[in-house]
């Protein structure tokens, strides 16, 4: 089709542009790398570890406190919140250059008398734009040329495309005449003449409203909110009942030599009182210090992003790392129909012979059958073959039906055969057929049409030798037809007749049936384990689709969402609206699937679920989907949607894949659950060292660990331990468990057996090497014993059993089972980890001098550290199995 139009010259656009504005859309404000920072100084952890820093900075300016000791928390503020800075902008700066290049379309447009390509964003009001089959509208208009099939599924969710026609000078402005940016041209050619461009056009308006809406907290943030306060207080109390302690002891048990009574004691000298003060108030410090677990930012930090990485070598683009957390604990899950459980296109799926037998695919037809069938439908179209790229060839001018069957065949689509065209019947909606009447190397008139009209008409079939056999009775393929239009198939007929095309074009008598093709959106491949594995892992989904109820019935049930003998609802939207709030959330548990759906009803149900307690997931790809994917916990936009979804997203599924999807869940789930391995490891770290912390003074050890030592401890040790829990792997009995509860707190009962068990066990050792002439004995570095050498070396010796021990619990921490080696090999930085971590302890305690209050240790000493550390693994898998005999097997009640 020829169009010509002069256009807007220089003159006009420029005033129009100063008029009604560039065709830009306002997107989201991208953060920058220095607000992302300092919002996440925010966080619980982040703000005790500053409050800490402070104290530290006060003891240090005052002589109490060496400047190492400050310089490390802080440090370990840096790292965790730069590292989580990083990771998050790095990613975002990658998605805005996504969605950069995506936004680079030339728009084909009449401008000076001439047909030119121009930016999308330099479009004007009063532009003429040419259209064509694959382009997206860049703004909203009308159309004063030509005629558009058009799929306004990005706006409305509709898949089925609309028609579109010119707007006439004599008619008034009807639906029909107008077109939406974001939306799709399937077929047709046409001119639109641009009335609204930037955010005055409908998906700009929509973007706005986006831009506005509140972020949210993840169930993870939540958690930690919680845990962090719990921290506090257990800090704080401990750090009060330590000074009190600290202070009583000195008072009253192991008072100053003339001390005898409360009263004698403040009457001793000043310098002395200051000094056991100040020593109180540092050992509180160090506990404050202790129970803060200073490396749990960094190691979320570094979980993230490591899931991060995993999850886009599988397709999975994560815009906001805690969308990953939330992901995993999903507990309802709203899911597009079209381009996500399925493919998004109509395709065949099932060929169906005259003597009802059924082929699902092309090679399994028989060949007679399949070589005519063929020859019907490369003869009897309308469309244009371009086969010059042959595994996808593009059809210009079918229909979608046309289109799926023609793709069906694409093997066959280049055995062209010199035949000539005697006559055409072209389809129409009366006739419910399409015939071609050819000569040459077959003499046939060849039909495509409704099986209703066709077999009417049908005296026989082809077998499977290609022989006539007569057409006797319709029952058994009207029966198998009735359940292919039961599984929301379109049947399209392909029949022969030697019977010429008559004058008045009705439809040839004595027809023979090639077969019968079942035409749906194809299921993808993967749809149906994916939704059983999301069914498996406890999470509820509801199909939104804006197709019919049948036919979303139809695909809910092969997809496996639900079975007809399973209580089960499916709502079209009116039924949906005609229910007030409250009967909505009672019956959200038991809704499957809400057909006819617009954008509204999208949103209500997310905020509705929200109000229930669930934690909600959206998938989305048009414009209508936006709203409800930003408002839900977590929003996935798929990768062929709108920049618009995409910006509202927390998550991308770039392959549009409802798979990858329950990939992001498992990695989710991986996720919270190495949080919880390193905090089992972190925590058992701090009870045992608040405990030292506080029973030293009572055995006469002032600092059994010094501030730097367990600083060292808490940032450093713990923080390639974090990296060492980071990389654990996704393993899929994880799916098969209960999400974890929105109000569920973030250390649970079988965490706290072995963090309090594990931690007195480790106080309780560690009490007892300081206090035993045995280790004293076995640590004295060659010196006398006595001596202040002999002193240095066991007290260095207790540094390095303390480190150590904690270093193979985290062999107990990283499973709940029996076997520590279980899935060991398949997380590749847990052992090079462990095993840097001994050589650095070695290298700190040789090297630390002054600074980490440590000497050398000999290489039998060495020895006996390792045998005394090795202690706890024994003990905790004693544990373990009393936990298995009488409360049950974690891990077999999870499976």
Same mark, same amino acid.
């Not at 039906?401 to 072209?426: C, G, H, S």
């Not at 193979?808 to 398949?826: G, P």
């Not at 202690?871 to 005999?885: E, F, G, H, M, Y």
């Given at each position: 089709?020829?169009?010509?139009?002069?256009?807007?010259?220089?003159?006009?656009?420029?005033?129009?542009?100063?008029?009604?504005?560039?065709?830009?859309?306002?997107?989201?404000? +991208?953060?920058?790398?220095?607000?992302?920072?300092?919002?996440?100084?925010?966080?619980?952890?982040?703000?005790?570890?500053?409050?800490?820093?402070?104290?530290?900075?006060?003891?240090?300016?005052?002589?109490?406190?060496?400047?190492?000791?400050?310089?490390?928390?802080?440090?370990?503020?840096?790292?965790?919140?730069?590292?989580?800075?990083?990771?998050?902008?790095?990613?975002?700066?990658?998605?805005?250059?996504?969605?950069?290049?995506?936004?680079?379309?030339?728009?084909?447009?009449?401008?000076?008398?001439?047909?030119?390509?121009?930016?999308?964003?330099?479009?004007?009001?009063?532009?003429?734009?040419?259209?064509?089959?694959?382009?997206?509208?860049?703004?909203?208009?009308?159309?004063?040329?030509?005629?558009?099939?058009?799929?306004?599924?990005?706006?409305?969710?509709?898949?089925?495309?609309?028609?579109?026609?010119?707007?006439?000078?004599?008619?008034?402005?009807?639906?029909?005449?107008?077109?939406?940016?974001?939306?799709?041209?399937?077929?047709?050619?046409?001119?639109?003449?641009?009335?609204?461009?930037?955010?005055? =056009?409908?998906?700009?308006?929509? $973007?706005?409203?986006?831009?506005?809406?509140?972020?949210?907290? %993840?169930?993870?943030?939540?958690?930690?909110?919680?845990?962090?306060?719990?921290?506090?207080?257990?800090?704080?109390?401990?750090?009060?009942?330590?000074?009190?302690?600290?202070?009583?002891?000195?008072?009253?048990?192991?008072?100053?030599?003339?001390?005898?009574?409360?009263?004698?004691?403040?009457?001793?000298?000043?310098?002395?009182?200051?000094?056991?003060?100040?020593?109180?108030?540092?050992?509180?410090?160090?506990?404050?210090?202790?129970?803060?677990?200073?490396?749990?930012? $960094?190691?979320?930090?570094?979980?993230?992003?490591?899931?991060?990485?995993?999850?886009?070598?599988?397709?999975?683009?994560?815009?906001?790392?805690?969308?990953?957390?939330?992901?995993?604990?999903?507990?309802?899950?709203?899911?597009?129909?079209?381009?996500?459980?399925?493919?998004?296109?109509?395709?065949?799926? +099932?060929?169906?012979?005259?003597?009802?037998?059924?082929?699902?695919?092309?090679?399994?037809?028989?060949?007679?059958?399949?070589?005519?069938?063929?020859?019907?439908?490369?003869?009897?179209?309308?469309?244009?073959?371009?086969?010059?790229?042959?595994?996808?060839?593009?059809?210009?001018?079918?229909?979608?039906?046309?289109?799926?069957?023609?793709?069906?065949? =694409?093997?066959?689509?280049?055995?062209?055969?010199?035949?000539?065209?005697?006559?055409?019947?072209?389809?129409?909606?009366?006739?419910?057929?399409?015939?071609?009447?050819?000569?040459?190397?077959?003499?046939?008139?060849?039909?495509?049409?409704?099986?209703?009209?066709?077999?009417?008409?049908?005296?026989?079939?082809?077998?499977?030798?290609?022989?006539?056999?007569?057409?006797?009775?319709?029952?058994?393929?009207?029966?198998? $037809?009735?359940?292919?239009?039961?599984?929301?198939?379109?049947?399209?007929?392909?029949?022969?007749?030697?019977?010429?095309? =008559?004058?008045?074009?009705?439809?040839?008598?004595?027809?023979?049936?090639?077969?019968?093709?079942?035409?749906?959106?194809?299921?993808?491949?993967?749809?149906?384990?994916?939704?059983?594995?999301?069914?498996?892992?406890?999470?509820?989904?509801? $199909?939104?689709?804006?197709?019919?109820?049948?036919?979303?019935?139809?695909?809910?049930?092969?997809?496996?969402?639900?079975?007809?003998?399973?209580?089960?609802?499916?709502?079209?939207?009116?039924?949906?609206?005609?229910?007030?709030?409250?009967?909505?959330?009672?019956?959200?548990?038991?809704?499957?699937?809400? %057909?006819?759906?617009?954008?509204?009803?999208?949103?209500?149900?997310?905020?509705?679920?929200?109000?229930?307690?669930?934690?909600?997931?959206?998938?989305?790809?048009?414009?209508?989907?936006?709203?409800?994917?930003?408002?839900?916990?977590?929003? !996935?936009?798929?990768?062929?949607?709108?920049?618009?979804?995409?910006?509202?997203?927390?998550?991308?599924?770039?392959?549009?894949?409802?798979?990858?999807?329950?990939?992001?869940?498992?990695?989710?789930?991986?996720?919270?659950?190495?949080?919880?391995?390193?905090?089992?490891?972190?925590?058992?770290?701090?009870?045992?060292?608040?405990?030292?912390?506080?029973?030293?003074?009572?055995? &006469?050890?002032?600092?059994?660990?010094?501030?730097?030592?367990?600083?060292?401890?808490?940032?450093?040790?713990?923080?390639?331990?974090?990296?060492?829990?980071?990389?654990?792997?996704?393993?899929?009995?994880?799916?098969?468990?209960?999400?974890?509860?929105?109000?569920?707190?973030?250390?649970?009962?079988?965490?706290?057996?072995? +963090?309090?068990?594990?931690?007195?066990?480790?106080?309780?050792?560690?009490?007892?090497?300081?206090?035993?002439?045995?280790?004293?004995?076995?640590?004295?570095?060659?010196?006398?014993?006595?001596?202040?050498?002999?002193?240095?070396? !066991?007290?260095?010796?207790?540094?390095?059993?303390?480190?150590?021990?904690?270093?193979?619990?985290?062999?107990?921490?990283?499973?709940? %089972?029996?076997?520590?080696?279980?899935?060991?090999?398949?997380?590749?930085?847990?052992?090079?980890?462990?095993?840097?971590?001994?050589?650095?302890?070695? !290298?700190?305690?040789?090297?630390?001098?002054?600074?980490?209050?440590?000497? &050398?240790?000999?290489?039998?000493?060495?020895?006996?550290?390792?045998?005394?550390?090795?202690?706890?693994?024994?003990?905790?898998?004693?544990?373990?199995?009393?936990?298995?005999?009488?409360?049950?097997?974690?891990?077999?009640?999870?499976?």
């Amino acid at each position: 089709m020829k169009f010509t139009f002069d256009g807007l010259n220089d003159q006009q656009v420029e005033k129009s542009r100063i008029e009604f504005g560039s065709n830009a859309v306002s997107s989201q404000v +991208v953060e920058t790398f220095w607000s992302k920072l300092f919002d996440n100084f925010k966080d619980p952890i982040i703000i005790i570890l500053i409050i800490a820093l402070a104290v530290t900075v006060l003891l240090t300016i005052f002589g109490y406190s060496e400047w190492y000791e400050g310089v490390g928390i802080a440090l370990a503020v840096f790292a965790a919140t730069f590292v989580a800075t990083w990771s998050e902008h790095s990613n975002e700066t990658a998605f805005q250059k996504l969605l950069e290049e995506a936004s680079l379309i030339q728009v084909k447009t009449f401008r000076n008398k001439h047909l030119t390509e121009i930016s999308i964003n330099e479009l004007v009001v009063g532009d003429s734009i040419l259209l064509q089959p694959g382009d997206t509208i860049p703004a909203d208009g009308l159309l004063i040329a030509g005629h558009l099939e058009v799929s306004e599924a990005a706006m409305t969710g509709e898949s089925e495309p609309i028609k579109k026609k010119s707007l006439k000078s004599d008619e008034n402005i009807a639906d029909e005449n107008r077109l939406f940016r974001a939306t799709l041209i399937e077929d047709g050619e046409a001119v639109m003449r641009v009335t609204a461009v930037g955010d005055k =056009t409908k998906y700009g308006e929509t $973007m706005k409203e986006l831009i506005s809406a509140e972020d949210r907290l %993840s169930p993870l943030q939540e958690k930690l909110k919680v845990l962090g306060g719990q921290i506090s207080m257990f800090g704080y109390i401990g750090a009060a009942f330590i000074f009190v302690a600290f202070m009583l002891n000195n008072i009253f048990i192991n008072p100053n030599p003339g001390v005898d009574s409360l009263m004698s004691y403040f009457a001793q000298d000043a310098g002395l009182i200051l000094t056991d003060v100040t020593t109180a108030a540092i050992l509180a410090i160090i506990v404050i210090v202790v129970a803060v677990p200073e490396g749990l930012p $960094m190691m979320i930090a570094m979980v993230l992003a490591l899931n991060m990485k995993k999850l886009l070598s599988i397709k999975v683009l994560v815009r906001k790392l805690l969308g990953i957390e939330t992901a995993g604990s999903l507990t309802l899950l709203f899911s597009d129909k079209t381009g996500t459980l399925t493919q998004g296109q109509l395709a065949v799926e +099932v060929f169906l012979t005259g003597g009802a037998q059924h082929y699902p695919t092309l090679d399994k037809i028989p060949t007679p059958i399949r070589q005519l069938t063929a020859f019907s439908l490369r003869n009897n179209t309308s469309a244009i073959i371009d086969l010059s790229d042959e595994t996808a060839p593009k059809m210009v001018g079918a229909d979608r039906t046309d289109q799926a069957m023609l793709r069906f065949i =694409t093997p066959l689509l280049k055995q062209e055969t010199p035949i000539d065209i005697v006559d055409v019947v072209p389809f129409s909606s009366a006739r419910k057929f399409s015939a071609t009447q050819v000569t040459g190397e077959h003499n046939l008139t060849l039909i495509k049409g409704a099986p209703e009209v066709l077999l009417k008409n049908c005296t026989h079939y082809l077998d499977d030798q290609g022989n006539k056999v007569a057409l006797d009775t319709l029952q058994s393929l009207e029966t198998e $037809m009735s359940q292919l239009s039961r599984r929301a198939m379109r049947l399209l007929a392909v029949a022969i007749s030697n019977n010429p095309i =008559t004058d008045n074009k009705e439809l040839p008598n004595e027809l023979t049936l090639l077969g019968i093709f079942g035409i749906r959106d194809k299921i993808r491949q993967e749809s149906q384990q994916a939704v059983h594995v999301a069914k498996s892992a406890k999470i509820h989904v509801i $199909m939104i689709t804006g197709d019919a109820k049948e036919t979303a019935q139809a695909i809910a049930q092969d997809i496996g969402l639900f079975s007809e003998d399973k209580e089960g609802k499916i709502l079209t939207s009116a039924e949906l609206a005609a229910l007030s709030d409250d009967e909505v959330k009672q019956l959200l548990p038991h809704l499957y699937v809400v %057909s006819r759906a617009f954008p509204t009803d999208k949103s209500r149900l997310v905020r509705l679920a929200k109000e229930q307690g669930w934690v909600v997931g959206m998938t989305g790809d048009g414009v209508n989907d936006a709203p409800a994917v930003k408002n839900a916990d977590v929003g !996935f936009s798929m990768g062929s949607g709108t920049e618009m979804t995409k910006e509202s997203s927390d998550i991308v599924i770039l392959d549009d894949n409802f798979a990858s999807l329950t990939k992001a869940v498992l990695y989710g789930r991986t996720l919270f659950k190495s949080i919880r391995k390193f905090l089992i490891f972190q925590l058992t770290v701090s009870i045992s060292a608040v405990l030292v912390a506080f029973l030293g003074p009572f055995f &006469g050890f002032d600092l059994p660990l010094t501030m730097t030592q367990l600083l060292w401890l808490n940032i450093i040790m713990d923080t390639l331990a974090g990296l060492a829990f980071a990389g654990e792997a996704a393993l899929p009995r994880y799916m098969l468990e209960k999400p974890i509860p929105k109000d569920a707190p973030l250390i649970n009962g079988e965490m706290w057996s072995s +963090v309090l068990l594990n931690g007195t066990i480790v106080a309780l050792l560690s009490v007892i090497f300081l206090m035993s002439d045995f280790t004293r004995q076995l640590f004295t570095g060659g010196h006398a014993a006595g001596t202040l050498e002999a002193e240095a070396s !066991f007290l260095t010796a207790f540094f390095a059993f303390f480190v150590l021990i904690h270093v193979f619990n985290t062999f107990n921490a990283r499973t709940q %089972s029996l076997n520590l080696f279980e899935h060991i090999l398949e997380n590749k930085l847990f052992l090079p980890i462990i095993a840097i971590i001994i050589v650095v302890q070695v !290298f700190m305690i040789s090297f630390g001098g002054e600074i980490m209050r440590t000497v &050398g240790l000999l290489p039998q000493e060495w020895g006996y550290v390792l045998l005394l550390a090795l202690i706890l693994i024994p003990l905790d898998l004693i544990r373990k199995l009393v936990r298995n005999l009488y409360f049950g097997n974690p891990v077999l009640h999870n499976e």
